[in-house]
């Protein structure tokens, strides 16, 4: 008697797990996205940031309003610089993917690549396939195309006057003008000192901390998170 009830609990037991494993599967919600580009310049960006394929609802705002992503993957350098990335997952609420670069708290601070989403790339059960095409991703590259060239080198190079304070920031002369050069307004600091903010001359003068420049500065970018980036690469090495 006793084997046989051995044998009808085994019997139930098998009976009962097989149940289970029948009628319970895993699936996961959302969007499935797979995006390829040639990228370089990843890890020229310093610890403070990340490089990811990420999800927002929103654009990118000209203010200083903290904005964060809905699904975000990091995007490490590949070594033939031909990017494969796979993001499953993306919630209906994401309008826009982007490479972009995010701060530690998950905050966008800039679009490198961006793709709207449309209604029918949001009702396909396949997945989405981008191409991104070719990124240069380098921090320095980006100062230098975004804060330099848009808001610096009108005076300090491309005006017919010449280069204000004799200081080219124009493309191919903004890192030897800047790195290790002594400053014209304070006596024992540098234009750029790496590593070092208080003894950059660059720094200071964005943030109206110095006072013997003849012209204001605190307007030439937009938000405080731009300064910030700026002040992150002098931290950086200045590289």
Request: proline share 3%.
């Amino acid at each position: 008697m006793r084997k046989i009830l051995i044998a009808s609990l085994i019997a139930f037991s098998a009976c009962d797990d097989g149940d289970i494993l029948e009628h319970v599967t895993y699936q996961q919600e959302g969007m499935k996205v797979a995006v390829e580009a040639e990228i370089s310049g990843i890890n020229s960006w310093t610890n403070e940031y990340t490089v990811t394929l990420s999800g927002f609802e929103s654009q990118r705002n000209d203010k200083d309003i903290p904005e964060y992503s809905e699904i975000s993957k990091q995007i490490l350098q590949p070594k033939d610089g031909k990017l494969h990335i796979t993001l499953g997952g993306v919630p209906q609420t994401v309008n826009y993917l982007e490479i972009t670069v995010i701060n530690r708290i998950r905050q966008r601070v800039i679009t490198l690549w961006q793709h709207e989403l449309t209604a029918d790339d949001k009702n396909s059960k396949d997945t989405l396939r981008l191409d991104a095409g070719r990124l240069d991703v380098d921090m320095f590259t980006y100062i230098q195309n975004e804060y330099l060239n848009k808001s610096c080198a009108n005076c300090h190079g491309l005006s017919e006057r010449g280069a204000a304070a004799g200081l080219f920031l124009t493309e191919g002369k903004s890192l030897a003008a800047m790195v290790n050069v002594p400053s014209s307004k304070r006596a024992g600091i540098n234009i750029v000192s790496p590593y070092d903010t208080a003894r950059s001359s660059l720094h200071l003068i964005l943030w109206g901390k110095l006072p013997e420049a003849h012209h204001n500065h605190t307007d030439k970018l937009a938000i405080d998170a731009e300064k910030e980036l700026i002040d992150n690469w002098i931290l950086g090495g200045g590289k």
